[in-house]
């Protein structure tokens, strides 16, 4: 299948394929591995660079504006070869993770360009080098304190309102008995054991300070700890400004079409609520961070005779 001249990027899934559980959503086959050719459609580059002086959380609204409406495709990237040979990069479909990888990349860039380096930083244990063991498959574990440790994230919970500390300990046996451990082809080594932390805002606190979160902070579904499954974080996006009624946007698989959209940030957090099966425990709420040339240059400079 030829590659259309707009495909580019996008890799990896939440903690595990199916990262976003909902009873209306319906998984998807991956399409044919295609090459990647690294080409930014021509739309998203010119708005990537007609706002890259403004804030943050205008740039990733602005940049994803276009994406709207991109069918949801479960787990439909990989490194292009090996033991995951979906294309590493595409604009035709996302999944919740890609989506916000791909907003984040071509964001925080100085300039889209460079948004391919960014995302291999944000995907892979130090960004290089690009191979499936590599990838941060696991968002407690790996994805968000390897990217807040790299300088692309910062935890602002707890700077919200009121948190608790979820402590999740991981053992080889958690791994063995997870049922989905077979979706990965990871060795048994490879997967991460330990204890692992993460502040989470319950949902009707989060309810009542959705004002107060930034735009552009990125906002994760953390589920109730279970003692055999491995996982708590599954699903994100991210808030947009519009008015004064704070949306919510991400690629999702609700509803009977599963694609990129907005929601209502307080809709969401209610829709949240009535998930039974594997009740949410609340949210985690991380805001990307100015790095590189682009924060050098907003950073306050001394005056000098």
Not at 77 to 82: C, K, P, Q, V
Not at 175 to 202: E, Y
Request: proline share 9%.
């Amino acid at each position: 299948m030829p590659l259309l001249p707009w495909l580019l990027s996008l890799l990896l899934g939440v903690d595990a394929p199916d990262v976003e559980a909902d009873p209306a959503g319906s998984e998807e086959p991956a399409p044919a591995a295609v090459v990647d050719e690294g080409a930014i459609p021509p739309e998203i580059l010119r708005i990537a660079r007609e706002v890259r002086d403004r804030p943050i959380g205008e740039r990733m609204a602005a940049i994803s504006e276009p994406m709207l409406g991109t069918p949801y495709v479960n787990d439909a990237a990989g490194e292009g070869y090996g033991k995951d040979p979906d294309p590493p990069a595409r604009y035709d479909a996302f999944d919740c993770l890609t989506f916000v990888e791909e907003v984040l990349a071509l964001s925080i860039a100085g300039d889209p360009t460079g948004a391919a380096a960014i995302r291999r930083q944000l995907r892979y244990a130090g960004g290089a080098p690009v191979e499936y063991d590599n990838r941060n498959h696991f968002m407690l574990q790996e994805w968000v304190p390897r990217n807040i440790e790299n300088g692309f994230l910062k935890d602002i919970t707890a700077e919200l309102g009121e948190t608790h500390l979820v402590e999740k300990t991981v053992t080889p046996r958690t791994w063995a008995w997870w049922k989905k451990r077979r979706q990965f082809a990871l060795s048994d080594d490879r997967l991460p054991t330990g204890t692992f932390h993460l502040q989470v805002m319950r949902l009707g606190a989060a309810a009542e300070i959705v004002d107060q979160i930034p735009d552009g902070a990125l906002i994760l579904t953390v589920r109730e700890s279970r003692e055999h499954v491995p996982i708590v974080v599954t699903h994100l996006g991210f808030k947009v400004p519009a008015g004064d009624i704070p949306l919510m946007r991400h690629a999702t698989r609700m509803g009977e079409e599963p694609r990129v959209r907005n929601d209502k940030l307080v809709w969401y957090l209610e829709h949240l609520r009535w998930y039974q099966r594997w009740p949410v425990d609340g949210i985690t709420v991380l805001m990307p961070q100015e790095v590189g040339p682009r924060r050098a240059a907003l950073e306050p400079r001394e005056a000098t005779d």
